[in-house]
């Protein structure tokens, strides 16, 4: 499984930004798809997760701001992210799981910074 993020950026507070991620490769064993993110000194933290029937589950940091989704006919997993704060700063990754066997596979990261 590979998996193409962008979409990052540098953004204002209180603005908005969509991540993408694209998923290739051999994708029958994945039945979670989320998104990550690791800010400067920090241990990377869940940020969104979505199974199959479409649900979907937020850190609390996150509810209420940020949208998980995907189009499952283009392989693409998305974050839109709206009223951005500046401690949403960080690189934010693409993960793809088999929650079975515990499987993980990441993305490359997009960098996101929001300046106050």
């Known amino acids: 499984v590979q998996l193409q993020a962008s979409g990052g950026g540098l953004v204002q507070a209180g603005g908005s930004l969509r991540l993408s991620c694209a998923v290739s490769?051999?994708?029958?064993?994945?039945?979670?798809m989320g998104w990550y993110r690791q800010a400067p000194g920090k241990l990377r933290e869940l940020v969104a997760t979505?199974?199959?029937?479409?649900?979907?589950s937020y850190a609390d940091f996150v509810k209420g701001r940020f949208t998980i989704s995907r189009d499952n006919a283009k392989k693409m997993v998305f974050l839109q992210m709206t009223s951005l704060k500046p401690e949403d700063t960080a690189v934010y990754y693409c993960?793809?799981?088999?929650?079975?066997?515990?499987?993980?596979?990441w993305g490359q990261g997009t960098q996101v910074t929001v300046s106050s």
């Open positions: 993960n793809a799981r088999n929650t079975y066997v515990m499987t993980d596979f």
């Open positions: 490769g051999s994708i029958a064993s994945i039945n979670r």
């Open positions: 979505i199974i199959e029937g479409g649900i979907t």
